[in-house]
């Protein structure tokens, strides 16, 4: 049978963890013959709660469920991480301002990332969710950088939510299967400002921009129905999205580690400068995934509407590196 494969989770006593760390050990992540150790993290004062997840973990007795540790070390969550799943981090307070949510963010990101740099696997791949989820990236991969282990390509933002809400809106719109639809993605910044572009996507042959034809829709109703689901969902339920937000999380990694067999997803990753993205900002691009490794889909044609809805998200995300430069 296969050794383990070490995953590490933050905030692994919160919500997102709570659907999380189930889906994991049951094999829905890394495959249904693949061992799993759990490397859990949370603050101090979650502890006890960490424990009790741990407790209906050991009660669903997973097979795959190699083994695990509750920490509130990073050095120790991280250590020798094969897959590490960034969830915990600070929520907006009461009159917090979005630049003080940066800053307390970029505190937890910079010690997240040493800790990576210096104890997990040369090979981890990093997902962060806890927003700001692009910046915390950046800063992870950037603090991770500089003890020059760890691959920084392998830092990740996590647009795959927003990638599946898009795909849920256009099933809906089109009358097709969600399973018909390729080729879909979700341009730049985790955030309102993100630009889900469905010029490329297909359902069985048929393009689907062509099938929807109504741009006052696109621009109208879709655009910001995907941009404000998060939202949308809080007002609903008086809470974030959780479990949908856990299964984006499955869909990336799982998708990155055992492939997407030729289809698109949509991963933010760190520019390499194509399409006019600086280099190394984590920005939405559609990505073909093969043998553990993520390709950029190149060349795609970048029309004047998707090129000013590109330009705000990747604007925002250049304030965002602004804000924490100082932190770096
Ligand atoms: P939650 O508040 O229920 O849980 C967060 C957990 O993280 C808590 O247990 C907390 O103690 C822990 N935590 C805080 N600081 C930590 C640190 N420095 N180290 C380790 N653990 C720490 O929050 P929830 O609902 O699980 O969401 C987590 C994050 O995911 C939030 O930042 C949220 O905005 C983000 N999110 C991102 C989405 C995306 O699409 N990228 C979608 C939905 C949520």
Redesign the pocket.
């Known amino acids: 049978s296969k050794a383990p494969v070490r995953v590490a989770v933050?905030?692994a006593?919160?919500?997102?963890?709570y659907s999380l760390l189930f889906r994991i050990a049951s094999g829905e992540m890394l495959g249904k013959d693949q061992p799993v150790i759990l490397q859990l993290?949370?603050?101090p004062q979650?502890q006890k709660a960490v424990k009790g997840v741990m407790m209906e973990l050991e009660d669903c007795a997973f097979p795959l469920l190699a083994g695990m540790v509750a920490t509130d070390d990073p050095n120790v969550a991280f250590k020798d991480a094969q897959v590490a799943l960034l969830?915990?981090?600070?929520?907006r307070g009461p009159g917090m301002e979005r630049k003080d949510l940066l800053t307390e963010n970029a505190k937890?990101f910079t010690v997240q990332g040493a800790a990576i740099g210096q104890y997990a696997d040369p090979n981890v791949k990093v997902l962060v969710?806890?927003?700001p989820?692009n910046t915390n990236a950046y800063i992870a991969m950037k603090t991770a950088e500089k003890f020059g282990r760890v691959n920084p390509k392998n830092f990740t933002g996590?647009l795959r939510?927003d990638h599946n809400r898009a795909l849920s809106q256009l099933a809906a719109k089109t009358g097709r299967e969600v399973s018909s639809l390729t080729k879909l993605v979700v341009w730049g910044n985790?955030s309102p400002t993100m630009y889900a572009d469905y010029r490329f996507c297909l359902s069985n042959g048929d393009s689907v921009k062509s099938l929807v034809n109504d741009d006052a829709w696109n621009r109208d109703v879709f655009l910001p129905t995907v941009g404000k689901r998060?939202a949308a969902i809080i007002e609903a339920r008086g809470l974030?999205?959780?479990a949908s937000?856990a299964n984006?999380a499955i869909d990336h990694i799982r998708d990155w580690v055992l492939g997407s067999n030729g289809e698109w997803v949509t991963m933010g990753v760190p520019s390499d400068g194509s399409y006019g993205i600086p280099e190394g900002i984590i920005y939405g691009v559609p990505c073909v995934t093969e043998n553990g490794e993520y390709k950029v889909v190149k060349d795609l044609e970048i029309d004047e509407f998707s090129r000013e809805r590109m330009t705000v998200t990747l604007n925002e995300l250049l304030e965002e590196r602004e804000g924490v430069k100082d932190l770096l």
């Open positions: 933050t905030g006593a919160g919500q997102i963890g993290l949370d603050l979650a969830v915990g981090a600070r929520p937890i969710v806890g927003n989820c996590m939510l985790h998060g974030s999205s959780a937000a984006a």
